[in-house]
């Protein structure tokens, strides 16, 4: 490729924009020509964020609509709200967006408003958004000018649940998702409950009754399931663990059939996905395996011999689940190699 | 009372002993009479445990029944199948026995062979061993002379479980119980995947095809059902938590009537109990929060008012979970006020 | 002692007041009568602090001079600058105070107004003042009426000097304080920095160009030198660790005679103290050692048979650190047994 | 270049093996051929690395001084010792080797056996070896074909004191450098010590009156201090963090004058050094900052205006401190340019 991809990033103070610094920096065919942020307009981003020391010479800028359409694709990596009200201008330049927040993720605006608690900001735009999970959605990805990144535990549990419920094998009003999410997770806000003091050495659930996360997995979940199937129904607990990086999502369904071989289905189902790995049977996968890659590495298992299908699923939460996953889609939708900028392995010990 | 109950720990050296020494030393009515390791025989036990230094004169001792038969109780904190050996000599010499072992605690010992492996040393006194969960057990524990201390999987699980299943109030043959343990559990032995380079800043499930607390839980949770129900059914997976202490159980189960009163039916079940909280509704109990403690503490919650119960349940695995209850049957069992030397205040933060 | 002692803490919802109430709400001689709190007025304490929850039915209060007044002791557990403005109306109605904040520590005003940026309050208080380091001042403690308690830094890093210091042995010039603390000792204030993203598997100094504990250390060690010495001079560089608890001092300072025995005169310096250990020869104090103690653990060493002597130091510096020390202050403020409130074992593993 | 470099990796079972695989896998010049460990030989790489999964299809051989000479340059990522008795071979075949080990970094062969304890198996090719600090030995590893390459703790220390006792600006003989390393640096080896229940949460000294490193550290300081100095003698003193990976170094050292720009001293000795960080006067670099990368990052200061200088420095351990090291000195060897394969950038967080 002659020139290369102009990139900006919106709102790149945390870490799902560090993230994407440190793929797209090193990504061949990408040039990141703004890093925006009001807060710290004018702050090096190399001073904001000393493991870029020596990497970049860039400084956060304002976020400019007219400065954002010099450029080949735009990513929010804002909370959520923020891109909503920025999308339909760039849209309308034809700059490409592909958006970290939940704000295009659910399709029933209702359904949003519901479980974000503030109006929708720009819901002619909800129906144009593909759902960025390249493993569902690759050929509607390739021609969208607008894609909306899974949420990082909708990636891990909708990965370990798309097999089953293709297949239509289990109870889909039964399903049970126990994940686990390091602190990185919650984002670069200050806060007493994500201290170290608070939150190492512990362990508890969150949002048990009701995470924002829940609807974006059930609507992924059904779109997946065959026509007259029961809706897939989802009990999802959210836990914190006292560590950075890592969503661990063990999931559990009733199997209609004990007769399948599971292991068999899932490997054919991802056979040809570069970021998704089914481990052997009787593996383990460790957060720890698939640590700064954009991998997913799933494990299933009849524990007993029993009727009850579990399944066990690992991403990093900053990469498969969030801005690794952003540059996987930025090259599916710009026909680049897909695991271009994404072949660092994962860091271990 | 007059003249202080004399104990012995057999293998002390691990964490459960060093665990009992904290609460034993402490203890007002208990003197420590002997610590036993084989390997460590002659060592002072505050050079091996550095925490005790200037707190006991102890050094470790052979083993030998003739010498732990001047003691009224003995604590056995070794590895399953040492106490099965030891066991009943000393019974026979009218030594009350507390095992914090698995040796005795399941009482079809076919069952046992096949989860641990090797023949039963001493199946004739399995009959005799009482489950030492108090919340269950209390009346045969105090005339009891041989409790099997409850693994820690098995207390948190159970305790969060009990109340539904005495009341009916969920189909027992789907149950799910998925825990997390920090790496304590594993004992103080030398080993690769429990080194801080491998098991910090990671998450993964273990054992996940079956676990040898399985059965022990299935059998105590048999134990509260009403005649005639279907034997409870769980699938149980641990997972490895990057701390230290703590344990995490989430439990889940359908629910046959969504019109009951969880939160009503929790708090007068344990209404009496010294060592379980139950949290307010809405409550999310961290390990943290009893760190160091006997306490076990609860939440329970229908997510989305859905039809499957939620149950939250902590505790420290080395104290609940293993030293502290095996100091709470003693107290039991020598009609000493049940809180004897287990007053200390979790340590927060 | 027929009545206990009526005992508030202003300003309890940090981690010290936390901590005070761990050790005070044990303590067999004392009523925790008030813990205040503006901001969370009229809240349990045990609703604040879940690790107390069943161990105490208080709920914070305003700060009332005439009700704080009812009590024998008060301690301040507020940051630097409240205690100023309290303290005086209490002394004057003869209540003791024990002051954990910085406020009272240092004699010249002058320097705490430079180090604290900030006018003193009270200046005519601080020559009533006694610096609350037992192993030093003892007997000043038992008469006084209202005690600075050291900080953490300062703890660990003048109990490890004062033998040297005391007995002339090295160049006072020329001493250099390597520490390292837990992030609890920065308090339980949202911070960017301190969140577990942000600070767990890092390591690094701060405050390396002038930490406000230097001239605390320095006043303190010059105080024990002998007349005639030239003054102490330190470089003093702390550091944070990815942990909760403890600090670690390691000190260096060259040597005027290599022909002491250093082992012997630390051992004899601290024979009678009961919150000093001085291991024995060829030992490395961990902090864990002492965790959730009122401990100091110390070794001595002289690399190589060189002329600089290493002294390594460790204390949870909540304990001895903080709020451990504030109670050893009071049980010698009130002649009550030194170690009353404080026998708990350190929490190991 | 047309055709990629052979590499082999004898010993590659442990942390550097697998951090010399992160690097080499990805590196555009190089082909791993060969991964030797007699203990797992047969075994499938990626099985004995999960994180490798998909990006290898080695297996760990026999190592075989035929099939090693195949390759153009063999690293060795052996216990110290190892390497003594292969090496000769290698060389004698022409192959260029790059030990990780201590083997061949001390030139004085005396010194070596009474550090490491045996007879030194090789001593006829320590003085050919090259220490492989590229920052002092560029030109000279350029022409090498043995290349020792520094320990870790060697390279934090040499790079943070190299530029003062280049410049002659400090008293050689009052060097301290306090130091501490994440838990990797002990290697992947069943112990005790380094299991998560006992060195999490904690921190203390080890080796304090004797480390490994001392020898190979005060060498190193001699080669670069100007004739007629007095030698460098060092205080070194490691620590233990609770953390993977990541080592600081905090150097203290008397200034013979206060009048020199150290700042600008610093800046000028590595401006043209493309793995050295010289940081804003003020900063406090944290490990955190190049974790996964091979980078040193420094920062000066003199605390106070006083005449010690403290020097901060920190790497990544298994990266510029082994690894990354070893591939900067290989693409030293072979004329590549010197950061190939290496651009990865941190891990943040």
Redesign the interface.
Known sequence: MDSKIRAAIVGGTG?TG?EL??FL??HPQVEVAQVTSRAQEGVAVADW???????TALTFSAPDVDRLSDCDVVFFATPHGVAQAQVPALLARGVRVIDLSADFRIRDVDTWEHWYRQPHGCPEAVAQAVYGLPEVNRAQIRGAQLVACPGCYPTATQLGFIPLLEAGLVDPT?L?A?A?S???G?G?????D?????????????A???HRH?PEIEQGLRDVQADGAAPA?L???P?L??????I?A?L?A?LNTTGEDLQALFEARYRDEPFV?V?PA????????????N?C?LAV?R??G?D?V?V?S?IDNLAKGASGQAVQNMNIMFGLPEQAGL???????
Request: a positive charge; proline letters at 8%.
């Open positions: 870490y560090v610094l440190r920096l090193r964020f000393p493991s870029l020391r020596g990497s039964r049970v126990n686990a390091g602190t990185s919650a670069r806000q200050a806060s007493v994500a201290l170290l003091s608070e939150a190492s050495d512990s362990f508890k659930a969150y048990a009754s009701g829940l129904q009990t999802f607990v836990h663990l006292p560590m950075i990086r890592g661990h063990t559990y009733p790995d481990m009787g593996s383990h996968p460790q957060t720890r395996s698939v640590r700064g890659s991998l590495r298992l524990p007993q029993r009850t579990v066990l690992v072949e660092a392995l994962p860091l271990s010990p």
